[in-house]
């Protein structure tokens, strides 16, 4: 089993930035992939950014150059530094940890998400 626990969230101005963290404990040894969604009220769920194992990165176009997303290995942690944040980054973002098959990366065969955590960005 894996648990995410985030921590970072909060208001913010826009313009402004935050960094949101998520830990991961438990069976992370098969665990390839990680990555940050967020829902705001009425939409869908969408994926911000990614990382593998690899170190190969993802980000949704509505967040490149403005986002990043990093890992520190020693204590299992994977980052989301988020710069010149707008009112429509407003959203509960979710901690996302996945096994994917190796040569098939589109299919995942372990799923685990963290709580959420809420953004809320001010005009």
């Known amino acids: 089993q894996v648990q995410l626990v985030e921590s970072g969230g909060g208001l913010v101005q826009a313009g402004g930035s935050l960094r949101l963290s998520c830990a991961a404990s438990?069976?992370?040894?098969?665990?390839?992939?990680m990555g940050w969604y967020r829902q705001a009220p009425g939409k869908q769920r969408e994926l911000v950014a990614s990382?593998?194992?690899?170190?190969?990165?993802n980000y949704a176009d509505s967040v490149k150059g403005r986002f990043t997303i990093s890992r520190d290995n020693a204590k299992d942690t994977v980052y989301l530094q988020m710069n010149s944040l707008k009112p429509e980054d407003t959203a509960v973002y979710y901690c996302?940890?996945?096994?994917?098959?190796?040569?098939?990366?589109?299919?995942?065969?372990?799923?685990?998400w963290g709580q959420g955590t809420q953004v809320t960005v001010s005009s």
């Open positions: 438990g069976s992370i040894s098969s665990i390839n992939a």
């Open positions: 996302n940890a996945a096994q994917r098959a190796a040569l098939s990366p589109r299919i995942v065969l372990n799923n685990y």
């Open positions: 990382i593998t194992s690899g170190g190969s990165t």
